[in-house]
């Protein structure tokens, strides 16, 4: 297979224009004769289906909780980057492409990062038109603040709640849109396969939380926007039913899974607590525009941290770091915490921890501004924890948080599946091994609201429409199949229960594949999740009927499509030999612990294709070209 | 510190929404106090199924007090005895050992009950269906800094919009009214600018159909405000009120 991204021509800054004017177009009448699946209703999802819907497509679209409202998108806190450079320090497009490309250590494509940075601006007009609340300045304006991996103001929020706000609006104008019926909204409903008949997306089946039912859609076209796959680590920042299963279930039926190991790990979270803990939380990344990281310079240090005095602390991101400081990317400020703790200078209970300290900024700017900045945080923190962060440092460890991998798609947004489109974090285009703070919310929303739109009507302009009904012999062998599956589970009637599994699974993840890799790990990694899955189909305990709502088998199916994925993800790291971002192979390292890469033989996406149960997936390469941005070692030094 | 608590539970169990439900009691043992409320449930249905039982049904996503998808009445309560906190972020610290705790789902004629601790709140969404909504196509938008808008209107829209929809207000409210809900979405758009045009056709719309859904009337009890985990003001409940008499006597929205 040979893997075209279908990048247009000419140069960067027109590809986005030119490709536009290229893709044929669906005459207004004519959109109202097709049907569109969009699965998954958070930032990219919610906003495709309302602009699909606004254009005159008719959508259906399925969420697995019981509103549209609540996708995970909705726990983003601190930040959308757009560049619009109202704060006159220097920012244009350019430069938000450039940080992009440069915080993914160079594995992104250039095309889509230049037409993200070129949308950012409109993403934020448009929200703005909806009512989102974001916060202003006294004169009116918009605010802005840093993130990580950038040295200019570029991110727009609304308090600690923008993902909140961004997810709200785009499910106001799908609301709008169902109450047109232009959309029918189908919640609590699982979307367990994808259908393909000759060679194209036509349909998708779906089992109905409530019911237990397995029902067949069909469309002219199915887009994916189900998120990322976090929660193969069983702990992660993501929301409890985040999983892989649809994007997984694509990749059974062709869909290449590209960069499946490059996972982010965000350095401020709350540190784990216990083993019968659920999930871990996040502390937005906005808090290191104020926050300063430190650890006792001494190891072993046990003492409480008031009573540690200036000259026996070690502010490492300062130190190491002067030009960025508290502000590195994501993965560099990761990596240093864990190795901070590696080094015996962890904090905490559990020596997993770093200080995240308050003290200055409330000093300099007084508590009322740090309250209103960051009051909902501090609060959340001192829920969970029981400490006040406004008196005591925060304690923060790294934890899983965001997928940059996922189902391979061209410059259309398109998967291997002919039809099949992959939206905001469930596709793998734009962070490249690293994602910046604050792009996630960029991207969801320029997918599903200024490119899917375009791309879609493109496609189906090029093909010539065919009527197709879910009483089609590929629907009823899918379906046949997930019922199949469903059953098998329920009858294995085993000792153990399928979050037991799914623990055991993310320790090893974790342990093996997490924030930083060797080959003997990694191999002992296959090994451990191939015996684990075995013992699972023997083993597993599910209670209950698939003719009801039984949250046990919804977990289980996850679980299992969890234990096949994370030895893909495994295999790819084991394949990647150089280390990019988020993947750290310890053999491939510069001399001051940085990620080494290997530009001249890894400067590609790796696309997996599977190719049958129990066998090897193959490995596709599509190479990165650089015209643009010139490959360095990243430094933020 | 942490320490452990032994605790009874009395949860309601309910197979469907037409079968009749009654409260089971559960021993909960071991139960450390830095659990959140629902990792104590997760506990008690790991113990459910290798005993051979089916587990509690109860909805829950994000467990960090965003997403709005978990809610219980525990003791009475909606979300529990903290103020401005949902389950998922109620830490069993606040529990002591020995204590009995009744778990009960929202009881509101609107929501139907699916099973034990899940019910229907799609009710809820309807409401905004109604008019929860700027109606402006993607595309098209002015200029983000174009209209500027006073910073202190933008955060009590903002306080306003940080409802998380989670029908702690309804199963607060001895009306079983909706209108916190609904008056949390009227604020938000009237006080910006982008959604004046619309303000007096949505007031009428939501407000009606919320009374067509089976929600009650306010009578100022002010259960909702006490109990919304985000701390939501009634002030809403007032400025819902002013749109919809303004909309009704001074518009032409019928």
């Known amino acids: 297979m040979k893997l075209d991204a279908k990048i247009p021509g000419g140069p960067i800054a027109q590809k986005w224009d030119r490709h536009r004017f290229e893709l044929k177009l669906v005459n207004p009448a004519n959109k109202r004769k097709y049907e569109i699946i969009v699965v998954g209703t958070g930032l990219a999802g919610g906003s495709a289906s309302a602009s699909l819907a606004e254009l005159g497509y008719n959508v259906k679209t399925f969420c697995i909780q019981d509103s549209p409202r609540r996708a995970h998108s909705i726990a983003a806190q601190g930040g959308i980057n757009a560049s619009k450079n109202y704060q006159n320090d220097g920012d244009s497009d350019w430069r938000l492409f450039y940080d992009t490309v440069k915080g993914g250590d160079f594995r992104a494509r250039e095309a889509n990062v230049y037409r993200l940075a070129q949308l950012s601006g409109n993403i934020i007009d448009q929200c703005v038109a909806q009512g989102v609340p974001f916060a202003r300045e006294y004169g009116g304006q918009l605010a802005n603040r840093s993130f990580g991996g950038a040295q200019v103001s570029r991110t ?482 | 510190m942490t320490k452990t608590l032994n605790l009874t539970l009395k949860v309601w169990r309910q197979k469907g929404p037409d079968s009749r439900g009654r409260l089971e009691t559960y021993n909960s043992a071991n139960i450390s106090t830095d659990m959140s409320f629902l990792e104590m449930i997760d506990v008690v249905n790991e113990q459910l199924t290798v005993e051979g039982k089916e587990p509690i049904a109860f909805d829950h996503d994000c467990r960090e007090g965003i997403c709005g998808m978990c809610g219980s009445v525990v003791n009475g309560r909606p979300h529990g005895p903290e103020k401005g906190t949902t389950l998922c972020q109620l830490h069993m610290r606040h529990f002591s050992d020995g204590d009995t705790i009744v778990i009960e789902p929202w009881r509101s004629k609107a929501f139907k009950i699916i099973k034990d601790l899940v019910v229907d709140r799609s009710a809820l969404d309807k409401i905004i269906q109604a008019g929860g909504y700027v109606s402006v196509n993607t595309g098209g938008a002015p200029d983000s800094n174009a209209i500027p808008v006073p910073q202190d209107t933008a955060e009590k829209a903002m306080d306003a919009a940080a409802c998380i929809g989670c029908g702690a207000c309804v199963a607060a409210c001895p009306n079983a009214s909706a209108m916190l809900f609904t008056g949390a979405k009227i604020s938000q758009l009237a006080l910006l600018p982008q959604g004046k045009p619309e303000a007096a056709n949505r007031a009428i719309e939501m407000v009606r159909r919320m009374d067509e859904l089976g929600f009650g009337n306010c009578t100022n009890e002010r259960e909702c405000e006490a109990e919304c985990p985000k701390e939501i003001s009634i002030v809403n409940i007032a400025r819902m009120n002013r749109e919809f008499f303004k909309a009704a006597f001074l518009s032409d929205v019928k």
């Open chain 1, 156 to 637: 727009f929020y609304a308090r600690g709640q923008t993902g909140q706000q961004l997810l709200l609006g785009a499910y106001s104008a799908l609301s709008r849109q169902i109450a047109a019926g232009k959309v029918k909204m189908f919640p609590r409903r699982e979307m367990l396969d994808v259908v393909v008949v000759d060679g194209k997306a036509r349909g998708i089946i779906a089992r109905n939380l409530v019911t237990g039912e397995i029902e067949k859609y069909a469309a002219d076209a199915v887009v994916l926007s189900t998120g990322g796959y976090g929660n193969v680590f069983f702990l992660s920042t993501n929301a409890m039913a985040s999983n892989v299963t649809a994007a997984y279930r694509a990749y059974k039926r062709g869909a290449l899974f590209a960069n499946p190991c490059f996972t982010q790990i965000h350095p401020t979270c709350i540190p784990v607590h216990g083993t019968y803990q659920s999930k871990l939380t996040l502390m937005s990344e906005s808090l290191r525009n104020d926050g300063r990281v430190w650890v006792p310079k001494k190891t072993g240090d046990r003492r409480p941290p008031s009573q540690i005095p200036e000259s026996e602390r070690d502010y490492y991101l300062e130190n190491k770091y002067p030009s960025f400081g508290n502000l590195v990317p994501r993965d560099v400020a990761s990596r240093n915490a864990k190795e901070q703790c590696d080094m015996k200078k962890g904090v905490g209970e559990t020596g997993l921890a770093v200080y995240l300290d308050f003290a200055d900024a409330i000093k300099r700017d007084g508590k009322d501004v740090i309250a209103k900045k960051y009051g909902n945080l501090f609060q959340m923190y001192e829920k969970i924890t029981a400490q006040n962060p406004y008196e005591t440092p925060m304690m923060i460890y790294p934890a899983v948080h965001y997928t940059m991998g996922g189902l391979w798609v061209d410059y259309n947004l398109m998967s291997t599946i002919d039809g099949l489109f992959v939206l905001g974090e469930a596709n793998f285009s734009d962070h490249g091994a690293n994602r910046l703070g604050a792009s996630a919310l960029m991207q969801g929303l320029a997918d599903g609201y200024f490119i899917i739109p375009y791309t879609i009507g493109g496609y189906l302009a090029a093909n010539s429409k065919k009527e197709i009904s879910s009483d089609h012999p590929a629907f009823r062998e899918s379906s046949a199949g997930v019922e199949s599956g469903a059953s098998k589970l329920l009858s294995i009637k085993g000792k153990r229960t399928v979050d037991d599994f799914h623990r055991q699974l993310g320790n090893i993840l974790w342990e093996y594949c997490g924030m930083s890799r060797n080959d003997e790990g990694l191999k002992k990694a296959v090994k451990l999740i191939q015996e684990l899955r075995g013992e699972f189909w023997e083993n597993v305990l599910v209670p209950g009927s698939e003719k009801d709502l039984n949250q046990s088998l919804e977990k289980a199916g996850r679980v299992a499509d969890f234990l096949e994925f994370g030895e893909l993800m495994v295999m790819d790291a084991l394949s990647r030999r150089e280390s990019c971002g988020g993947h750290f192979n310890e053999a491939f390292q510069t001399e001051e612990n940085e990620a080494k890469r290997d530009d001249d033989n890894f400067c590609h996406v790796s696309a997996w294709e599977y190719t049958g149960e129990g066998k090897e997936p193959a490995l596709h390469k599509e190479q990165l070209v650089f015209e643009n941005v010139k490959l360095t070692q990243r430094s933020y030094k």
